[in-house]
């Protein structure tokens, strides 16, 4: 399978230089392609089974129509997840679930500074 390096967005002096738990668990890239093991690292549905440590796999990789997946971010993964309790989501297979960019802010010695990236 192709591997797609997600390079995350970084708003902030040298946010690009804080490590992921400066960042609060958001990783300054990952490698991901379909199949790929992740694990979610937030709690994004807890009702639903959808916590911080759920173990899933990528079922696509998906961009906006016109973005360029070779230098774009995607606009969300596609994950399996192994324990997701909840109903379907439309246009997506039976227990797949859309997992989008997140932004968290964070201070990374004294400025203000954000992170885009896929919580996983």
Not at 3 to 14: D, F, P, S, T
Not at 76 to 97: A, M, Q, R
């Amino acid at each position: 399978q192709p591997v797609k390096n997600i390079l995350a967005r970084h708003k902030g002096r040298n946010a690009v230089k804080a490590t992921e738990d400066e960042a609060d668990n958001l990783c300054p890239e990952l490698y991901v392609c379909t199949g790929a093991r992740v694990m979610l690292t937030t709690n994004l549905w807890t009702e639903m089974g959808l916590v911080n440590g759920s173990m899933g796999s990528v079922h696509d990789i998906m961009w906006d129509q016109g973005q360029d997946p070779s230098s774009s971010m995607p606009s969300l993964l596609l994950i399996k997840f192994d324990e997701y309790s909840g109903p379907d989501f439309p246009n997506c297979s039976p227990g797949v679930i859309p997992v989008f960019p997140a932004t968290r802010q964070f201070k990374y010695k004294g400025v203000a500074c954000s992170r885009t990236q896929f919580p996983v």
